[in-house]
């Protein structure tokens, strides 16, 4: 299995940027996709996952601001980021839960945004 991230770059405050991330491979029909970010000096935590079924989990902190879509038929999830914020840099990766094959991690695409 193999994930190709995408999308990343340098926005300013208040802008916005949609991440793209394509899954290949054995892929269960049934599993979780989503995006986690890890900033400098700091863990890497969880930004929004969607299932196949389309729910839905959010960190608190991108509530209201990020959207988490997917395409199963293309085996691909989305991230538009909107109203980004300083705070938002981070390097994105893009994962895939993929049943009791395991866990899988895109290569991250970073996300710069400018005060």
């Known amino acids: 299995v193999q994930l190709q991230a995408s999308g990343g770059g340098l926005v300013q405050a208040g802008g916005s940027l949609r991440l793209s991330c394509a899954a290949s491979?054995?892929?269960?029909?049934?599993?979780?996709m989503g995006w986690y970010r890890q900033a400098p000096r700091r863990q890497r935590e969880l930004v929004a996952v969607i299932t196949s079924g389309g729910n839905t989990n959010y960190a608190d902190s991108v509530k209201g601001r990020f959207t988490v879509s997917r395409d199963n038929a293309k085996n691909s999830v989305y991230l538009q980021m909107n109203s980004l914020k300083p705070e938002d840099t981070a390097v994105y990766y893009c994962?895939?839960?993929?049943?009791?094959?395991?866990?899988?991690w895109g290569q991250g695409t970073l996300v710069t945004v400018s005060s």
């Open positions: 491979g054995t892929i269960f029909n049934i599993n979780t």
């Open positions: 994962k895939l839960a993929n049943g009791f094959l395991g866990d899988y």
